[in-house]
């Protein structure tokens, strides 16, 4: 039994690691044709039918350009940096439910690697980790404008990772439960159970913070695009740099399920026609992410930190203390 | 026969990871090694079942680790070595190991003496979160609460310490303004 348990996780682990490996280079490809359209470019279309080769093209160049270590750098940590940004973005995973389960040729599978009960902390929890490889790449550079992006990235996380917790403490509150599954169950009677309904403000301000943990752009901050370079990642080349943008895509991801999952009812009742909404939605905040990245600016620093502390911060206190008073 | 595999794989990670923390003389190595350290600890708390102490322990440390490199970047050149004052290394090596096993000792003899029983076992039905949440707010209320309004204390003290001219934003003000609060800056300096 427990041999058997072993190899259904590990088929589950790499079913996920390829699925959505291929998903962050896929998303380069959506994310350059969405960015050209709205900006009244082509993108992509030399490559293949409508470009959609360039995925491949890019991936051959990534792994095959040299590795180069620069000669001041801090070895070990430079070359592990990386790897934590992609692993952690991984490990997270582990405690999404992607579908409802399923039975296939008799064998019932639950798409989701291990049920433990307190799915949303873990999942937090390790993005928060996930801090860790631009950290420790921009520390280990020897490069000033990569530890200057280090250091602002470690501090929008920080701050942003409070309004997170305190925005989803409220949902919790409703359901008692800190696995996605039993939020997912709590909003299974359709479309008026989904928590957004009950928790509007959480909803949004879970939202812009996802946007902070992404590192994605009104927020983007950890690679400042008013310095011409990539922050970080300058002194990254190759598959190195490559193991980033996979972590930065794949966080994108699982957090657009995480949120599908905490506010818009999951996969619901677990019908095929649930699950074909969940995927829907987490499409919908994917394209949301690259939407806001062709609409907006980044924000200064500064307007970032007031934001988090002067505005969302007590926006999310006063709601769990609403929340609070009402349930009782 | 996995929990076994589990255990001493992430104890010799662990004991490994601390070891290059304290040895290493390059600020890096070590606050990265004692963050690895930090969330390898975790893996016990899952493995004994304890969910939600390992999920605290892994947010907990990331946190508090990542302050220290906070430290790091404003004291060192982390990416040069640090070159520290070693007085008699033996001495060190002996205390430590000394002060180790009197720590170990005087946490265990109170379980070996009188046969320690849990004083609130398991209520049925109710999942890890809830148990943590059901003895901190009954048995350990206080020490709760003393440590809340310690944490209170320390932020108050840490806004008062940081908080000169915070109602000044140098990006909001024009380059005139910014030069007149140096010359007044400078006046009293003079003054004093």
Known sequence: METAYLIETVIKIVVILLIFSALA??????????????QRRLGPVNVGPFGLLQVAADGIKLFTKEDIIPTNVVGRIFKIAPVITAATAFMAAAAIPFL???TLFGYEVHPIVADINIGILYILGIMGVGLYGPLLGGMASANKFSLLSAAR?????ISYEVVTGLSILAPIMMVGSLSLIDFNDYQAGGFTTWIVWSQPVAFILFWIAAFAETGRTPFHLIANDHEIIDGFGTEYSGMRWGLFFIGEYANMFFISFVISIIFLGGYGDGSFLGALGLLLKVAFFFFFFLWTRAAWPDVRPDQLMWLCWKVLMPIAVINIVITGIVMM | MFEAIAFYLFAFLTISMFYIAVTTSQA???????????????????????????????????????????????????TREIKEKQGNKAIVLGLSIISAILVVAIVAAPIVGNNIEALYPMVEGAGNTQEVGMVLFTKYLVPFEVAAVMLLVAMIAGIVLAGKKMDLSLTLMSEAEIMMMKEEDKNKKALS
């Open chain 1, 100 to 102: 409802p389960s399923f």
């Open chain 1, 25 to 38: 280079g896929i998303g380069t490809y959506f994310e350059r044709k969405v960015l050209a359209f709205m």
């Open chain 2, 28 to 78: 890096l190595y070590a606050l990265s090694a004692l963050a690895a350290g930090m969330i390898f600890i975790s893996a016990f708390f899952f493995i004994l079942g304890a969910d939600f102490l390992g999920a605290v322990q892994i947010v907990v440390y990331s946190g508090a680790v990542m302050a220290l490199y906070a430290f790091g970047m404003m004291f060192f050149d982390t």
């Open chain 1, 153 to 157: 990235g470690a501090a929008v996380f």
